[in-house]
């Protein structure tokens, strides 16, 4: 594997359920962050990450639940969620997360459907 | 605090014409500035990234930006599009004064190519 990796691809989920959204980047890089896309709207920094410590949470609501056990690896717990929670879910990762000039790279995304 | 306006949401092109994807931006400082390309349930792909050194920038698959400080501009253009150019294109914003949250996505372009 290369690059950044999300399973699952995609996700369907009642409001009551529980899932989580993984995220592997295999480049290297000490910073990763989610993000949200829904349609009509710019994309959305949820959370990052910087050598696994969370140093930014953009006023996200409590039913997300991040999590960065390592450099490589970050997970979005998600547990009673609302229809409006339905989007893409994009994992990214950068060398590190303060470096402006670097760019991010991005994984494919969790397609989130929630009934 | 910085920011980023693509003017057009949707761009439509022939086959074989140039492709102009607009982009202005507002930074408080020398920003770096990205265009990322989202094909159809695809994440985002780097095309170019300006970061102070020559401000005509190439990218891949033939792409080009040319940063003008002057006109706070970074458009994107291409002098041939193909069938496959057809996808969502953000331009991005990255200024060193912005702390952990670096990246400043705009709403983006979505580009059509007609053959």
């Known amino acids: 594997e290369t690059g950044v990796t999300q399973t699952p691809r995609h996700l369907v989920m009642g409001m009551t359920n529980k899932k989580s959204l993984k995220c592997e980047q295999h480049?290297?890089?000490?910073?990763m962050y989610w993000y949200k896309q829904s349609a009509k709207k710019p994309l959305e920094l949820m959370f990052v990450y910087n050598f696994k410590e969370q140093t930014e949470n953009n006023s996200v609501p409590s039913r997300f639940s991040p999590e960065c056990p390592n450099s490589s690896h970050l997970f979005l717990h998600l547990h009673t969620l609302q229809p409006e929670d339905s989007a893409l879910y994009l994992c990214?990762?950068?060398?590190?997360?303060?470096?402006?000039?670097?760019?991010?790279?991005f994984g494919p995304g969790t397609r989130l459907t929630v009934l | 605090a910085q920011s980023v306006t693509q003017l057009d949401s949707h761009v439509s092109v022939s086959e074989g014409t140039p492709v102009l994807l607009r982009c202005n931006y507002s930074?408080?400082?020398?920003?770096?500035l990205f265009w990322y390309v989202q094909h159809p349930n695809k994440g985002l792909q780097l095309l170019l990234k300006?970061?102070?050194?020559?401000?005509l920038v190439k990218g891949i698959n033939g792409f080009e930006a040319e940063f003008k400080k002057s006109e706070t501009s970074f458009h994107l253009t291409k002098p041939s599009a193909h069938m496959s150019d057809a996808a969502e294109y953000f331009c991005?914003?990255?200024?060193?004064?912005?702390?952990?949250?670096?990246?400043?996505f705009g709403k983006g372009t979505r580009l059509s190519v007609i053959a």
């Open positions: 930074s408080s400082y020398s920003p770096s």
């Open positions: 300006y970061t102070s050194a020559a401000t």
């Open positions: 991005v914003v990255s200024d060193p004064n912005s702390g952990n949250t670096p990246l400043v």
């Open positions: 480049l290297g890089h000490n910073a």
């Open positions: 990214a990762s950068s060398p590190a997360a303060l470096e402006f000039y670097n760019e991010q790279f």
